[in-house]
Structures are given as C-alpha cells and as structure tokens.
C-alpha cells in the first residue's frame, strides 16, 4: 500500500514542477522530515526542497508574535491578580490551587474564539441562581460569586500585560493571525507567501480543526487556491455513528468542496487490506514490556533492522522500560518522543530535597527518616554533599537509630561539615542558590551525556525557578510544585535517525506517518483514550452552547489517531495490561473492543487475541532447602548457644523451621527492622512494656499505684522513636489509641490490684523485666537458656511469671495435656511460658509454679495462665519432667550432625 505521504509527495511533484516554490503545512513537526523523505523518494535527480512548517509557525509569523511559556503565563496571570482583585488578592500559596484551571480555560477560549465576557457573565448568573432562595450564602458560596465577577476583568487585564511584553497564549496567536470566521486577509497571505517564496500552498494531513485553522484552511483556498490532503479511510469517514470520523465529517460540513475531495471519496483501506491484528495480554507494566520485548525479539528473526517497525507508546511512564526491553541485538532504534525530565535520576535528587525541606515544614522542623535516608543514598545527592563524610555510612547510621524523625541538629551533627543542603533554611532563596550552584558544580564535572543533559535541564529549571520567584515568602511544598512545573516543560530529547531501525513514538508524534509492524502499548481503557480529568471552571452545557471543546470529541480525535495509525500496517501488536486489582484497571480500552467487531467482516483482516506466558526463570526462585551440619556449621551452634544461648521464642522457631532458625540464630543475620513513620505494632508494644515497667517498678517501691504518671510515661517512650512535634495527620490518631491503650490497662490493672483480685493474697512484686538465665550440659556441652521476664511475682502459695503481649492469641494456644504437645507449632506459646517456669524454678527453691500472659488489648481480661493437665499450677516435678523430655531432646536434636536444618516445606528427593 502507498503511504500516505508517499503519495502526497508524488501529487505535489504533478502539479508543481517548481518544488521550491511550493508551500507545505502540517499539523506537527514530527512529520516535517518523513514528507522530505518521500519527496526524495520520489525524486530521481536532485531538487531544491519545498518549505515546510507546523501549522504553530505559520500562525506565529502571521500574527508577528510568540506563545508566552506556560510559566511566564502564570506569572502573568498572578501580577493582573494582584491589580484586579487589590486587597483582596491572594497570596501565591493560594492563587496556585485554581490558577491553572484558570488558565487552560482562559487558552481554550482563546483558541476558539468564544468572548470571555459573555461566558463569565453567563457563569455568574448561574452561580446566583444556586444562592437564590437562601437565607445566608457560605462564604465559600460568596467568594465563588465575586470570583465570577472579577474574572472578565482578569482576563482582559491579563491579556495587556502579555501584549505589553509581545506575549500572547497560543489560542490568542492563532486567533490574531486567522480570525474566525474570515480568517487572514488575501493581503495578508500573499504578503507572507512573497516573504516565504512560495507560489503554491499545501495543507496536509489534518484532522479536528480550531476555528482559526478552519479560517486559515478557507481564506488560503478562496484567496491563492490551497489544496488540502486528508488521511481517512471510508470505514469510519462514511459511518455516520463512528466516532473516529467525526471531526472529518465536520469538515464535510463546513469546508468548501475544493478542499474536500479526498474525503467525498475516501479509500476503503481497511476493507482491502491483508493484516494480521494481535492482542496480547499480560500483567503489570512490567508484564507488558517483557511482551513487547519478545514480540520484537520475534520480529527481528525476519526483520533483523526492524525497518519500517515502530512501538508506540499511549502511556510515556513506559518508555524507560521499554527502551530496557529492546532486544541487545538490535542496532539503530530511533526515540522520538521525549522522555519527562521529571522521570530522571537528576530531578529525583533534587525533588528529594525539596520534599526534606517540606516535610520539616509541615512536621514542625524535624525530618522524617524515610526522606533524610533517601536524600543520603541518592547518587546526585551524594554527588551534591560537600562534607567529608560518606553518606551510605550516614544512612546505615540512620537505620541504625531506629528513629522515625530527626531534628535538624541531629541530621546535621550525623551528616559533619558539608551539608548545607540539609540545614534548616527559613527561607527558600538560600535554598535555591546553594542548590543551584552545588548543581552547577556537578553538572561541569559530568562526562555522560546521559547524565549530564537531564542535569542541565534541572539546573536551567531552577535558575528560571530563581528569576520567577515573587517577592512573597513560599512555602516548600509551593516551591516543589513550581519546579516540577519548570522542569515539564523540558523534556529529555533524543537523538537518532527517524528512518533507519525501529521507531518509538508517543500516538499523536505518529500523525501522517506509516509503518508496516506496529506494537501499541498499553491499550487500556483510562489511556487510550485517556480519563475525562481535565479540569476546568466551566461546566458541560456552557462549552457546548459556545463552541468549547468537549470530552467526547477530544475522544472522538484520539479515536482517529488510532484507527488512521491501523489501516495501511501489515502486523498490528496491540498490548492490554491485563492486571485486574483497582476499578477499571485490567480492562482494556473501547477501541480495541470496538475495531475487534468492526473489522473481522473484512475478508483480509485476521484477528487474534491471546494471554502472554512470561517464562519465569526457575534460578531465581526462591527453593526450600537445607543445610548439613558440617564441622564449621557445630562450631558455630555451640558458640553460639554457649554465648548468646537460647531464649522460649528461638526454641519455637527450631521447632516451627529449622532453616529460618540456623539462618537467625546460628548465622545472626535478621531481617532489616523497618523504621516506620506511622507507629507500628512493634513500637506500641515497646511503649507499652515501657509504661508497665514504670508502673509496677514504682509499685514495687512505693506501693502506690501512679496512674498520673501513664501520660507521661507514653510521651516519653513515643519520643523515643518519634522525637519534635507532630500535630497532624495520622500520626495523632495513633498517639490517641496508644494513649487510650495505655490508660485502660492501667486503669484496669490498678482496680485490680486496689480490690485483691486475680492473685492469691498476701503477694508482692518480686521482679519487674528481669532476666533469667541457667546453663544445661547437654553431650557434654554448655548450653545457655535465657528469658527475660516482663515480671515475677510471689504469691502465698507460689510463683508466678507475667508474659505481656500487646497482640492477639487464643487461650487453646496455652493448654496442653502431655509434654510431647509442646513440640507442636500450634503450642508455640505453651512451650514459652513453659520455658518461663522452669528458668524461675532454677531462681526459686519452693513452689509450685505458673506462668501466663497478659493481653494489654483487652485490659478488662485478667492473665490467660499455662494450664498443664486442666492444672494452673506446675509442680518442679513436672519442671524436671520438661527439662529431661523436651528442653534436652530439642538441644541434643539441635547437635545432631545426622540431622541437617530443613526448611519447613523441604521435601528429599527419591533415589
């Protein structure tokens, strides 16, 4: 099939012998050097080159002005703030919540013409019908009404401040250079088409048009006889229900003839075309660039160079992956659209900080270890500290602190002489200067240009973030906002060849041009076409009455891109991730449901739709294993059960798994405990220890029970791991419960001590949080056990040994009927206390015994006790029972060199 601007290429070269005299506009510029290659394909001697612009520069040098950036629109939109609104203007912190719905209203009303006035009065009498019949507006209803009243008045003093600088917003440039409905004058454009030495216009390749583009369209065919070229197909052109083809039909409508031709008779590509169309589904973005990774793998069996090959990408989030999925063989492959500076190595470093300093704002001036850690491992970070000090060291010492925040000091006192980046700033431009020419001195040090073009986009970002800033303090978060918003307006470009090798494309870069193997990746419903979350100021029926864009036909246009990029490729890849967690996630997208229906009544098109089969990698499962005692693996048990010995809870977890017991207690590795920002169980289980420890330790001495102290003692221990102020958030509402947890059970506790009940009278406390140790010679071997009790106390007629837990058990869990019970992993917390009683009975000459646990969750509960044989008591015969019959058998089963630590779910293969 031809392409499409292989043809527009050959009409253009019949009826223009002089090529450079002709004039071609296009709607983006991506397609500016494929259509010279077609030209040059076409041409079999040299020839001088037609001129060629995106439709923007032709309006730009029509109206003899430039777009103001998105940034200097806001800075200019916030100055007229100030002068409309006066002393009621707001502070930047609050005009940046609404400004930029502000302003894309303010641009799309420009672009096609609607008079802001008449919609802004039409807005105010439409919110005054909303208070009408009340008795007393809010407030908030009140200043939505007096926002409605000024903004005419800002938006016409927000356009002379542009037109004093020579700015305009790009609707405003296409309306003063091709004014609907008329459109340029012939004066005008003739006065342009002499400046540009051109004798013939050409418009190629458009789709929805703006009213100025439609102006333009018009004026140029009436005036100097332009000729436009439209890319349609006759499946969704003539079907008047099919979204993809309503923005043709509107210039069927509204274009005259001459301009129309192509779309009166348009080819019916679909229809007789031979194409393969293959939906792949798999999971998670991951999912779908390893399946974009294999289909190409696949494709270069045939297509070694992946000519004429091109992945297109809806969602820009999976260009790094994808471009890591790339097969290593393959040698050119061209990226053109920009990769997000915001998704580089060189922004994330610095938004590390922006959210340190943010978060010492909002905390009350401490950092919270999450971020402080993040901003020490961070390679640009690293490359930005001064000091001397190595901050992977920092960051092991700041997991080390098990702290959740760190003041100021503390951070500056770890990280030495150096980090003036982490200093407490109380004002953001010694901020920004210290950052930018920490940056600047980084970015003269880089060789890689990988590296080094995303760190100078960052650098350009904050020195224009440095010019901007108003005279008003900003808070961090605010700052952090207005960087990310410099820096997305400078993506990452590439740089390659656009015809050699496959091609990477965002969907609308793909307009105009062909390729013969397409791969479209993710083709999901919310991106393709993408969610109605624009926001705007102005509702549904007042852009309809005035002509406004709306959801649906934004849809209706990403509708086209889609199906135009489809009908002249052979190979079509569509790529669904099928992930199902989330509403509407896994769901693929309406066009593909929709093209599956249409197309399969061609006789050409084949259609196929299957799920991927990732191969998993089977080395890199994690496999049940053991490991034999060897010589090395017994010298090291019996160091350490003579030196650190072993405690109840490490003889449940040999019982439950002997693997995870030989990697935690005979090779000392555990796993990283997690400093959390939010108060884990862990922590409101040391806490409460720390409150019962002062309690009882306080009633031991006085024997007064202080109650008045619960507060404090929860204070303190909650600063422990969460030093500074913390007055929002979630955070409060743990501090609460953990208050609330605290003060019940010692509420409770104290009723029952003052009221003599749950213990056998006359008792004391004997110990609080003790521990308690012995040796046993097992095989001639000392073996320790120890326990720390959380308290010991003596009854009239016994001991008794208090376990407290802050979670949950079942009181069967503490049953038993026979000694051998004990080995069992459902008795793991019978075996504990067990261990509990006859570690006391080694301390205490008489008896007899009992151990039981405290559930400080539920406060009115009394002590859940061992029960032996429907017994609560434990005779020390019994005691010389468990040592003799369980804590012997395990230990010498422990240095048993024919028996090997097994996981759990080990299985020995057969022969």
């Known amino acids: 099939m031809e392409a499409f601007l292989d043809r527009v290429a050959r009409e253009i070269l019949a009826e223009s012998p002089q090529l450079h005299r002709s004039g071609i506009i296009l709607p983006s510029r991506r397609a500016q050097r494929a259509i010279r290659q077609a030209f040059q394909n076409q041409l079999k001697n040299p020839a001088l080159s037609p001129a060629i612009w995106p439709v923007e520069t032709v309006m730009q040098e029509l109206a003899q002005r430039e777009p103001a950036r998105p940034m200097d629109q806001l800075m200019v939109l916030f100055a007229a703030h100030e002068e409309v609104f006066q002393s009621r203007s707001q502070p930047l912190e609050e005009f940046l919540r609404w400004a930029p719905t502000v302003l894309r209203d303010f641009g799309e009303m420009d672009r096609h013409g609607v008079n802001a006035s008449e919609v802004y009065t039409e807005m105010r009498e439409i919110e005054a019908l909303s208070l009408w019949g009340l008795d007393e507006p809010t407030e908030l209803m009140t200043r939505r009404l007096d926002l409605w009243k000024q903004l005419p008045a800002l938006y016409t003093r927000y356009h002379e401040r542009l037109e004093a600088k020579g700015w305009s917003t790009p609707g405003g440039v296409f309306q003063k250079a091709s004014p609907a409905p008329d459109g340029p004058s012939e004066s005008a454009l003739h006065a342009w088409m002499q400046k540009s030495e051109i004798d013939r216009l050409y418009f190629v390749g458009f789709n929805a048009l703006t009213p100025s583009e439609k102006a333009l369209l018009i004026s140029a065919h009436r005036h100097v006889g332009a000729r436009a070229f439209w890319d349609a197909d006759a499946h969704y052109v003539l079907a008047e229900a099919h979204e993809a083809g309503w923005a043709m039909r509107e210039n069927l409508k509204g274009l005259p003839d001459g301009l129309t031709e192509d779309l009166r008779h348009p080819p019916a590509w679909y229809a007789t075309s031979q194409t393969t169309f293959t939906v792949l589904r798999a999971n998670r973005s991951v999912g779908v660039t390893k399946a974009m990774g294999t289909v190409l793998e696949e494709l270069t069996r045939s297509n070694p160079t992946l000519h004429r090959t091109a992945v297109v990408l809806a969602d820009e989030a999976l260009l790094i992956p994808t471009l890591q999925a790339l097969p290593t063989q393959l040698e050119e492959a061209n990226v053109t659209m920009g990769m997000p500076l915001t998704s580089t190595a060189a922004f994330a470093g610095l938004d590390a900080f922006f959210q340190l300093h943010e978060a010492r704002e909002l905390s009350g001036g401490t950092y919270p270890y999450r ?409 001639d071997e000392h073996v320790k056990v120890q326990g720390r009790a959380d308290r010991i106390e003596a009854w009239n007629n016994g001991w008794a040994v208090v376990d407290l837990k802050s979670g949950g058990f079942q009181k069967s869990e503490l049953s038993v009927s026979t000694l051998e019970d004990l080995r069992k992993p459902s008795k793991g917390k019978a075996l504990q206390l067990f261990t509990y009683a006859w570690l006391l009975s080694k301390y205490q000459a008489g008896g007899p015994f009992r151990a039981g646990i405290h559930a400080m969750r539920k406060p009115q509960d009394a002590v859940a006790w061992l029960s032996f044989q429907r017994s609560e008591w434990i005779e020390r015969e019994t005691l010389d029972a468990f040592e003799h019959d369980v804590l012997g058998p395990i230990i010498a089963e422990m240095l048993d060199t024919s028996i090997p630590f097994r996981a759990a779910d080990f299985e020995e293969e057969e022969g």
């Not at 091609?503 to 793909?510: F, I, M, N």
């Open 371 to 779: 971020l402080l850690q993040a901003s020490c491992i961070h390679p640009v970070c690293q490359a930005l500290y001064e000091g001397a000090h190595a901050l992977p060291k920092a960051a092991e010492e700041l997991r080390r602190g098990k702290r959740a925040h760190w003041t100021v000091d503390q951070a500056c006192e770890l990280l030495g002489e150096g980090a003036h980046l982490w200093q407490a700033y109380t004002d953001a431009r010694p901020f920004l200067a210290d950052l930018s020419v920490a940056l600047r001195c980084y970015v003269d040090d880089l060789r890689s240009a990988w590296e080094a073009e995303p760190a100078r986009l960052c650098l350009n970002a904050l020195e224009s973030l440095r010019t901007w800033m108003p005279d008003q303090a900003l808070s961090f978060g605010s700052l952090r906002r207005l960087f990310k918003q410099f820096a997305q307006e400078s993506p990452v470009n590439f740089y390659g060849e656009p015809f050699q090798g496959l091609q990477v494309l965002g969907l609308l870069e793909t307009r105009n041009l062909d390729f013969d193997t397409l791969i479209l990746a993710p083709v999901n419903e919310g991106i393709l076409p993408k969610g109605r979350n624009d926001a705007s100021f102005l509702p549904f029926d007042v852009r309809r009455a005035y002509g406004m864009p709306l959801p649906q036909e934004r849809e209706a246009i990403m509708a086209y891109h889609f199906y135009r990029l489809c009908q002249r490729a052979k190979r079509v890849f569509f790529l669904v991730n099928g992930e199902s967690d989330g509403m509407g996630k896994g769901e693929p997208s309406r066009f593909l449901a929709q093209m599956a229906i249409e197309l399969q009544r061609y006789p050409g098109i084949r259609w196929e739709d299957r799920s991927v089969q990732l191969a998993l990698d089977s080395s890199r499962l994690t496999q049940p294993w053991k490991i034999e005692k060897t010589p090395q693996v017994l010298q090291r048990l019996l160091f350490q059960l003579g030196d650190r010995g072993l405690s109840p809870s490490t003889l449940s977890t040999y019982l439950n798994d002997p693997a995870e017991f030989y990697v935690r207690f005979v090779l000392g590795i555990r796993e990283e405990e997690a400093v959390e920002e939010r108060m884990a169980a862990n922590i409101r289980g040391k806490v409460l220890h720390d409150v019962h420890e002062m309690l009882f330790k306080h009633f031991q001495k006085e024997q007064v029970w202080a109650l008045d102290r619960v507060y404090d003692a929860v204070e303190a221990g909650i600063q422990k791991h969460f030093p500074g102020p913390r007055k929002t958030g979630p955070f409060v509402i743990e501090r609460n419960v953990l208050h609330k947890m605290a003060l019940d059970w010692a509420t409770a506790e104290g009723n029952r001590i003052v009221n003599d009940e749950d213990r056998d009278s006359p008792w004391h406390i004997h110990l609080v949080e003790e521990k308690l140790e012995t040796f046993l010679v097992i095989n």
